[in-house]
């Protein structure tokens, strides 16, 4: 018994002094691939990592060389010595940028009697969360080197050889390569560029990938003040309409992919109006003989008149053979006096916006705004002051690579837009509803498919009866039959009381920026509506808007806002 007790114990000093004398690898380089769903990710990236005992580095491979100009390389570099993380990233004109963390900042890790064995590796087994996901690491430190090729899971201290989120979604291992190097170099570089807080740095990148056009800074829309109305094209020179309510620029829209994202975005607050206003971002076509220009430039006379039962003619409202009406991007409504208001209205307990911001998804209209376009705003106001806007168009890639197909062709035809940007100069409400419908006729080419209807509506009337304030039924008809129904309403207007700093407060503590109104509220951008237009025929064709429009008190009237306009593609 003393015998084997003996030779036990000299197997264990044994074993004990070859560990002391192996040599473990300098510096490792390990490769990962993605599964999700128990199923390996074949999108032409790799991620890879290279550590030592007191450092590594991580980064992707993209086997694509079509990657779009515009984006960043990152790198991840982690200091074992110091406890600090680095992401640093290349631009492709060599301007360098990083980010730096301290592991503090990262989620602690909770280790469990778990083990696994990975590429003949023993690995322990730890877990964390990171924004309600599920996070189990799985490491080693056979190797004695340290790192992880996804630190925002946190940093192990070891080796991470398998990482799975929420059971489903892993980063594994797939093959691990220990190097020698005659003159190895420090794993972290000695120069890293501008170092920036963790926000700024991620904005830079992503502003990178981003297309903006800024359309207009800071300009005033108000009533009275100097008018700028010049008959030339002359582009990136802001021109101002209709006693000043009306901004207009020609400006100079990238051409991009289909799958490009575009976003309107508009900055807005009182410049000295206190009220709730209607405004609207519009693309002036051109593509047939007249256009809406013909109006801003020489008065309502130069539009086209539809004539309806009541006696009325309304300018520039519906498509003929030889005009299209303006397209709509963005229908807004400005809040009651924010900025200009804030500091002369107390409410307890109210801490009032400074501005209004209205971003947009409009990638819809992405066909339309490419290449040189007139872009205006309008709101409508009687102030001098008015208010100050800022308006920028964003394009969002779609895909991090060049896209080598070519685009779809597509076909627009923008219908109908009741909403009077020169009202200041007495283009007429849309009042046409009283005893009839708007009707507009239309030609649909050969070729033409999956064709949908862009439809934006608000009512308007501000009182008790007004159709402001009154659900209203908008009934579509294409060809004589019912295409679509719908009844805009908003009950959530209170929701934006911080916007509107000099809305009226009424004896029961109700403001009227609180109360419900048809399909709009003070402060808010109002939702386009989407209907298919199935199985439209080369041919004519005519749509009609009915909306039952509310009846006249004294002065006031009701009115309705509509706009809209077909898209298709074709085959």
């Known amino acids: 018994m003393r015998k084997l007790l003996f030779f036990a114990i000299l197997n264990i000093l044994a074993n004990q002094n070859f560990a002391a004398t192996k040599k473990l690898p300098e510096v490792v380089e390990i490769s990962y691939q993605t599964v999700v769903n128990g199923k390996v990710r074949n999108d032409g990236s790799k991620n890879w990592l290279l550590c030592s005992e007191v450092a590594s580095k991580s980064w992707t491979e993209n086997d694509s060389k079509k990657l779009l100009p515009t984006i ?29 963390l301290a592991f503090s900042e990262y989620p602690a890790l909770t280790e469990t009697n778990e083990t696994a064995v990975i590429l003949g590796y023993n690995c322990k087994h730890l877990k964390t969360s990171l924004r309600s996901n599920s996070i189990d690491i799985w490491y080693t430190t056979e ?37 020698k190097r005659k003159d190895p170099k420090p794993i972290i ?85 206190a009220y709730d206003r209607t405004g609207s971002v519009f693309l002036i076509p051109e593509d047939q003989e007249q256009s809406f220009l013909d109006g801003l430039r020489n008065g309502i006379a130069g539009l086209p008149v539809f004539q309806t039962k009541n006696g009325k003619s309304y300018q520039g409202v519906i498509a003929t053979d030889r005009f299209s ?26 801490q009032w916006e400074d501005s209004t911001l209205f971003k947009q998804d409009v990638s819809e209209l992405l066909p339309m705004l490419q290449g040189e376009r007139w872009i205006g705003v309008f709101i409508g106001n009687y102030d001098k002051g008015g208010h100050r806007v800022s308006l920028k168009l964003k394009y969002y890639p779609g895909s991090m690579e060049i896209s080598d197909k070519p685009n779809k062709k597509y076909w627009t035809l923008p219908l109908f837009n009741t909403l009077n940007v020169m009202e200041m100069s007495g283009q007429e409400y849309g ?31 501000g009182w008790g009866a007004g159709d402001e304030f009154n659900q209203k039924m908008n009934t579509v008809l294409l060809d004589g039959n019912i295409l679509f129904q719908y009844t805009p309403w908003r009950s959530d207007c209170a929701t934006f009381r911080k916007y509107n700093p000099a809305s009226g407060n009424f004896w029961n503590g109700v403001t009227s920026s609180d109360y419900s109104r048809s399909g709009w509220c003070p402060g808010t951008a109002t939702n386009p509506v989407f209907y298919p237009v199935s199985n439209l025929q080369p041919g004519k064709h005519q749509i009609k808007v009915a909306i039952p429009l509310g009846k006249n008190e004294g002065g006031s009237f009701s009115s309705w806002n509509v706009s809209g306009v077909l898209i298709g593609e074709y085959e």
């Not at 990152?74 to 730096?100: C, H, M, R, W």
């Not at 981003?210 to 802001?238: C, H, L």
């Not at 208001?341 to 109210?350: A, L, R």
């Not at 009283?434 to 009512?459: A, C, H, Q």
């Open 325 to 350: 009406p303006l397209v709509e991007i963005m229908r807004f409504f400005t809040s009651f006096g924010i900025g200009q208001f804030n500091d002369k209205v107390t409410v307890y307990g109210q």
């Open 431 to 461: 009042t046409m509803f009283e005893n009839d419908s708007l009707k507009v006729g239309f030609d649909v080419p050969e070729g033409v498919k999956n064709v949908r209807m862009r439809y934006i509506t608000t009512g308007h009337g």
């Open 72 to 100: 960043a390389k990152e790198t991840s570099y982690i200091d074992f010595g110091t406890k600090n993380t680095f992401q640093l990233a290349v631009f492709p004109d060599g301007k360098t940028i990083n980010t730096p």
């Open 143 to 179: 190797l004695g080197v340290k790192g992880t090729p996804a630190m925002a899971y946190g940093i192990p201290d070891g080796l991470v050889l398998k990482i799975v989120r929420n059971g489903n979604y892993e980063i594994v291992a797939t093959e691990v390569k220990p190097l």
């Open 189 to 273: 570089p000695a120069e890293m560029g501008e170092s920036l807080e963790l926000p700024l740095y991620k904005h830079r990148i992503t502003e990178n990938l981003i297309t903006t056009v800024n359309v207009f800074t800071y300009e005033q829309i108000s009533f009275g003040n100097e008018i700028v109305n010049p008959s030339d094209n002359n582009s990136e020179k802001t021109f101002k309409y209709s006693s000043g309510t009306v901004i207009l620029k020609k400006v100079k829209l990238p051409v991009v992919p289909d799958d490009t994202q575009l976003f309107v975005e508009l900055y807005q607050h009182s410049n000295g109006d």
